[in-house]
Nanobody, 115 residues
Framework: QVQLVESGGGLVQAGGSLRLSCAAS????????MGWYRQAPGKQRELVAI???????NYADSVKGRFTISRDNTKMTVTLQMNSLKPEDTAVYYC?????????WGQGTQVTVSS
């Protein structure tokens, strides 16, 4: 089992920035990849960004050029730097860690972008 704790959400005006962090603990040796998903009211959860152990990152088209995912393997944290935020980025953001045994999720952190 992998435990994930997110931090860094909040309220920001359009055009602003926020940084989300996720700390992993437990069976961290089993993690293959880590990333961020988000879920807006009335919508399905969607991938925002994902980072494999080898270092390759993938982003949703809607956030490319604005969001950057990074990982600190010594601290087992994954960070999502979000710039040029838009009202449509408003959602609950979830940290995710994938292992050979399945998915692990954080509790979620709210990001609200006002226009």
């Amino acid at each position: 089992q992998v435990q994930l704790v997110e931090s860094g959400g909040g309220l920001v005006q359009a055009g602003g920035s926020l940084r989300l962090s996720c700390a992993a603990s437990g069976s961290i040796f089993s993690i293959n990849h880590m990333g961020w998903y988000r879920q807006a009211p009335g919508k399905q959860r969607e991938l925002v960004a994902i980072l494999a152990n080898g270092g390759s990152a993938n982003y949703a088209d809607s956030v490319k050029g604005r969001f950057t995912i990074s990982r600190d393997n010594t601290k087992m944290t994954v960070t999502l730097q979000m710039n040029s935020l838009k009202p449509e980025d408003t959602a609950v953001y979830y940290c995710h860690a994938g292992t050979s045994r399945g998915s692990n999720w954080g509790q979620g952190t709210q990001v609200t972008v006002s226009s």
